[in-house]
């Protein structure tokens, strides 16, 4: 048992191998990581982001809360939905997910 656990904790034969090559991997686990990972968030936050600044009277929406309704009026930071019998609801701009008028027709 004791020859086993020196043969497990001895240090690797053959110590020519480059530092360089663990920086190599290193970087590469990195890029891949940004590509996988880092880029489609940022992407899907600009699209959002987008989406929310183009906002305007009459549009659909559905918000994060799943409340259908359609704008009445945009402001800086907030909307005006109505949902339905005239009732008006303000919500924040950030609780804005997506447009519902594709998934109306359904």
Known sequence: ???LLYVLLMAPQGGDQSPYS???FIGLIFVIFYFFMI?????KQKDTKKFREELKN???VLTIGGIY???????EKVVILEVE?????????TAIAKDSSDLNAK
């Open 69 to 75: 309704g359609k704008i009445l009026e945009v402001r």
């Open 85 to 93: 019998d005239k009732v008006r609801l303000k919500v924040d701009k």
């Open 22 to 24: 663990s920086l190599i």
């Open 58 to 60: 009459g549009d659909k």
């Open 1 to 3: 048992m004791s020859q």
């Open 39 to 43: 880029r489609p968030q940022m992407k």
